[in-house]
């Protein structure tokens, strides 16, 4: 089934503008990666030159935070590079802008918002998380 017996073809102009605009947040998302990894490795890279215990350190359990809080900001970063890489495999197979799960159009609303969705809104609501 063709791209424009589902929702319309893309044009030439919207394809290559939907491109920019996901190739151009795999650059931010990439930069947002290597910043927080420089964050983390200085996390590391001061403790190890402290005697941290975290049981009794009022400190440790701050820097213990710290450090999960980063890890779990770069895994976010990296689950979102990973979907920008997706919808470039959407754009490309033509199947950009439709729903994994209903194949329903994305409306474009939710595309200028999130690019990289994958989902219409009422089955990203009914997906539990």
């Known amino acids: 089934m063709s791209d424009s017996s589902r929702h319309g073809a893309l044009s030439p102009a919207e394809r290559a503008s ?18 927080l990894n420089r964050e983390f490795e200085g996390i590391v890279a001061s403790n190890a030159l402290v005697a941290v215990d975290d049981e009794h350190d009022p400190e440790g359990s701050s820097t213990a935070f710290e450090r999960a809080h980063v890890a779990a900001l770069l895994a976010q970063a990296r689950d979102h590079l990973t979907a920008l890489d997706e919808a470039l495999r959407r754009l490309d197979r033509d199947d950009y802008g439709l729903c994994a799960v209903c194949g329903e159009p994305i409306p474009a609303e939710r595309l200028e918002v999130r690019p990289a969705a994958d989902t219409c809104v009422r089955c990203a609501t009914a997906r539990p998380r």
């Open 18 to 35: 939907i491109r920019e605009q996901l190739v151009a947040e795999q650059v931010g998302t990439r930069e947002q990666i290597a910043a």
